[in-house]
């Protein structure tokens, strides 16, 4: 959040809410300003364990647009969201993992075969983004050899958000082929239009030639 230069009391209230849903025993005033206090509850309505699964209140986007225009930077409150995404997607996969790990360590050992395969999978997905959009951009924020040493299970989800923005970017690319498509329809239309009327000026010049010729006879 630091990097993002996130407002102080937006900050605190996050941590705070998933501090105090993760530890209740934490739970302390946070004396939050009105408009951000408003916000935090609304979370706590949604959930804040549903904020690391993606489901924010949408007051925080506006929140932190309003603190860039107080310190007269240029950068987006809806970019913010998406590193905040990004931000608590990790939290959320590291305390899946720690707390997996310490109830279930006899269970949750993962074969040589299935990392092969993960890693496998995350080299070629790696290799296919090539040019994510905006919002797809923190995917290939790591580096391949960042990735490879990643957790299992982190690796995995990484995988299904990539194939979801392959996804997407196979639909605009069909989306655009439709429309170039009908352009170039469009255009011989207009190409045979043009065509059909100058056979017919043509024919209407010979016809009164041959008028004309005849009326001098």
């Known amino acids: 959040m630091k990097v993002q230069q996130t407002d102080p009391d ?11 849903w993760y530890r209740p025993d934490t739970g302390t005033e946070l004396n ?5 206090s408003i916000v935090y509850h609304e979370q706590e309505t949604i959930g804040w364990n ?3 699964e993606g489901f924010y209140h949408v007051g925080w986007q ?13 950068k987006s409150g809806k970019k913010w969201q998406v590193g ?11 305390l899946w993992r720690d707390c997996n790990e310490s ?5 949750n050992v993962v074969t040589d075969l299935e990392t092969t395969g993960c890693d496998q999978a995350v080299r070629y997905y790696f290799n296919r983004l ?28 990484w995988v299904r958000e990539v194939q979801k923005a392959l996804e997407k970017q196979q639909e605009c690319i069909l989306c655009h082929q439709v429309q170039l498509q009908a ?5 011989r239309r207009i190409q045979t239009r043009k065509q059909t009327h100058q056979q017919e000026v043509v024919a209407m010049a010979h016809n009164m030639t041959q008028w004309l010729g005849a009326g001098r006879e």
């Open 10 to 20: 937006i900050k605190k209230a996050i941590i705070g809410g998933l501090s105090y």
């Open 32 to 36: 939050l300003p009105n408009s951000i």
């Open 50 to 52: 549903n904020m690391l």
């Open 62 to 74: 506006t929140l932190q647009q309003e603190y860039y225009h107080q310190i007269k930077s240029r």
């Open 84 to 94: 905040l995404c990004k931000e608590l997607w990790d939290m959320a996969n590291d």
């Open 103 to 107: 109830l279930h360590q006899r269970d």
């Open 130 to 157: 090539e040019d994510p959009v905006e919002e797809d951009k923190y995917l290939k924020q790591h580096t391949l050899e960042v990735l490879l040493k990643k957790h299992t299970n982190y690796k995995r989800e």
């Open 183 to 187: 352009q170039a329809v469009r255009r």
